[in-house]
């Protein structure tokens, strides 16, 4: 069964910072991974979608890699700033199913 | 306005009542699915449906239900039988079952006392 982790759980960062934010999972044989933003109380808006024929995607200041034999993602911010502050999540597909991590909640502050 | 919505966005419920919580969409996909997220979890998946009239169990089942007799529509009820039904739930589409991208809904925080 995938298992998916992210980690750090939590992550606080002064306005400007570059950051990297992981995930793992368990079994490389994925069809895509999909990064995706979550603000508090609200649903999940995609931020990248990865196919596992993938090494990375890119839109804006974000970056996402895929590692499938590693079974590693990054995601990579620039230049974060406070509204980037959400909680991201990852979720790596396989036929028919979903598996999400916990997710990172991210804080830049001012 | 292409998008799924889900409704209401708050529900409070006394224990022991069923209650059905919504999700449309307009997107035309064949693939919907049901989600819980608790505090500090990722989201488990309750039900999933890859075309109208069918619809498979996810991995946390027990204690709901859903239908899907429209395109459109995948309504959830939580019945009395879930244990511990307090959650934020959400809804999600797809084109079609698997590897395609998944579009969510804004959620529905279900509160049960």
């Known amino acids: 069964k995938q298992e998916v982790t992210q980690i750090p759980a939590a992550l606080s960062v002064p306005e400007g910072e570059n950051l990297v934010l992981n995930c793992s999972f368990t079994d490389s044989a994925i069809y895509n991974l999909q990064w995706f933003r979550q603000d508090p109380g609200k649903g999940l808006t995609s931020l990248l979608l990865i196919q596992s024929s993938q090494r990375e995607q890119t839109s804006g200041r974000l970056n996402a890699s895929l590692d499938k034999s590693s079974g590693r993602s990054t995601l990579y911010i620039a230049a974060s700033q406070p509204g980037d502050s959400a909680t991201y999540l990852c979720a790596v597909s396989t036929y028919n199913d979903m598996r999400f991590g916990a997710g990172t909640r991210l804080t830049v502050k001012p | 306005d292409g998008g799924i919505t889900q409704s209401p966005k708050y529900l409070f419920r006394k224990e022991g009542q069923n209650v059905t919580l919504s999700c449309e969409q307009n997107l035309n996909h064949d693939a919907m699915y049901w989600y819980r997220q608790d505090p500090g979890q990722g989201l488990r998946l309750i039900y999933y449906s890859q075309i109208v009239n069918d619809f498979q169990k996810g991995d946390i089942a027990e204690g709901y239900s859903v239908s899907r007799e429209k395109k459109e529509s995948f309504p959830l009820t939580v019945t009395s039988a879930q244990k511990n039904p307090t959650a934020f739930y959400l809804c999600?589409?797809?084109?079609?079952?698997?590897?395609?991208?998944?579009?969510f809904g804004p959620g529905t925080r279900l509160t049960v006392t």
């Open positions: 999600a589409s797809s084109i079609v079952a698997g590897s395609n991208e998944q579009y």
